[in-house]
Nanobody
Framework: QVQVVESGGGLVQAGGSLRLSCATSEASGTIGNIGAMGWYRQAPGAQRELVAVATSGGTTNYADSVKGRFTISRDNAKNTVYLQMDNLKPEDTAVYYC?????????????WGQGTQVTVSS
């Protein structure tokens, strides 16, 4: 079973920065082929939405609301993805979730972390 663990959330004032980390691991030590790794967020009363995603080849994609402020990066050797969040706004307040897409044969399995709270005060 693949485990996904996020860290780095917290409380910050508007205009501040936070860096989220997401590490994946598997009890046997072999995760397999991880494709995309991404960050999603869910605010109270809202649906979960994509924030940023990075493929194993280095392609990145961002939600329009975070372009120019957030940067996603990954370390394939460590099966880890990061989200640098700068110039944070109160509307960025949400629980941030990491997702790892693992290819197993012809299937793609989606593994989610437990989430980390980000709160931006005005």
């Amino acid at each position: 079973q693949v485990q996904v663990v996020e860290s780095g959330g917290g409380l910050v004032q508007a205009g501040g920065s936070l860096r989220l980390s997401c590490a994946t691991s598997e009890a046997s030590g072999t995760i397999g082929n991880i494709g995309a790794m991404g960050w999603y967020r869910q605010a109270p009363g809202a649906q979960r939405e994509l924030v940023a995603v990075a493929t194993s080849g280095g392609t990145t994609n961002y939600a329009d609301s975070v372009k120019g402020r957030f940067t996603i990066s990954r370390d394939n050797a460590k099966n880890t993805v990061y989200l640098q969040m700068d110039n944070l706004k109160p509307e960025d307040t949400a629980v941030y979730y990491c997702r790892a897409d693992v290819m197993k044969s012809v299937w793609t399995l989606y593994y989610w972390g437990q989430g980390t709270q980000v709160t931006v005060s005005s």
